[in-house]
């Protein structure tokens, strides 16, 4: 009989996340559940840093990016010792389970921590990469997209009247997703992922031959996991002789009030965690599968995601 129940954020923020955690704290309590906030995420349940939460706890917040249950990556929690700390913390509060909001590093982590530990836990989907094996849309996905679609779109009026080409580099270490989406969303002529192997002097050629044609502009996304916005900014300048800025959007991608998507994701998500647990459906991830809210095991999470990246790199291309 689960009665209490512990909310976490854990890695890299993103927009919704406050969202998922009103929708868990008032739809926990309406099904007469308990609910507690751990703060900075796993450090927070070795260290103690916690406190139940009522219905008020989450007025206001549904608009607001970032989590008010704060995150940070603690390497303590990957020892024994760490973990064990965790769980007399979970122990000494009476908690029976815990719903984690976050990605594919924190699902690794929680699924460790069940195994061990035999606590039932949930994890919400929410990454600005859109990256976790068996889920097709995170929670601040569409958000960071359209966060930096803003700022392509006004870069793409200074590139037009200055004719210049501009390669501007967006969030995404080992996932190309926000580049790709961004760069077919923002008109973009070619995108630069980890994903995919680039040939630098074909895209150079391209640049070259569009400009002699009396294509006056020209914008690059490139994907922070793929190389520097600068470094490539500088070898183009070098092989076209064409003008060529460099932009790197950086955090402002992780920020921001959550778009409608954003926010109607995490609530439902919220939800149907809750609804997990109390069907006794532990160590599952709850994300958007085939257009339906749905869950799958956390280990089909670890897996790299796998995705049509030459479809879309192909259409980018078409459409430019």
Known sequence: MIKRIAVLTTGGDAPGMNAAIRGVVRYGIYKK??????????????????????????????????????????????????????????????????????GNGSFSAAD????????????????????INGIDMTIG????????????????????????????????????????????AGGCEDVIIPERKLDFASMCHDIVNGNVKGKISWIIVVAEGAGSAQDFAKKITTLTNLETRALVLGHIQRGGRPTALSRDIALNLSRAAIDCLLEAKGNKA????????ASVDFEKTLFKKETNIEAAYNLIKVMS
């Open 112 to 131: 460790a921590f069940s195994k061990n530990y035999n606590i039932p836990c949930v994890g919400i989907a929410a990454s600005i990469d859109n990256d």
């Open 33 to 102: 559940l308990e609910v507690m906030g751990v703060f900075r995420g796993w450090w927070g349940l070795i260290n103690e840093d916690l406190k139940l939460f009522d219905h008020r706890s989450v007025s206001g917040i549904v608009n607001l990016g970032g989590t008010i249950l704060k995150t940070m990556r603690c390497t303590e929690f990957r020892t024994k010792e760490g973990q064990e700390r965790a769980y007399q913390t979970i122990k000494k509060h009476a908690i029976d389970a815990i719903l984690v909001i976050g």
């Open 286 to 293: 709850v994300g958007i599968i085939a257009g339906k809210v």
């Open 141 to 184: 996905w569409d958000t960071a997209i359209n966060t930096a679609l803003n700022a392509i779109d006004n870069i793409r009026d200074t590139a037009t009247s200055m004719e210049r080409i501009f390669v501007v580099e967006v969030m995404g270490r080992e996932s190309g997703s926000i580049a790709l989406a961004v760069a077919l």
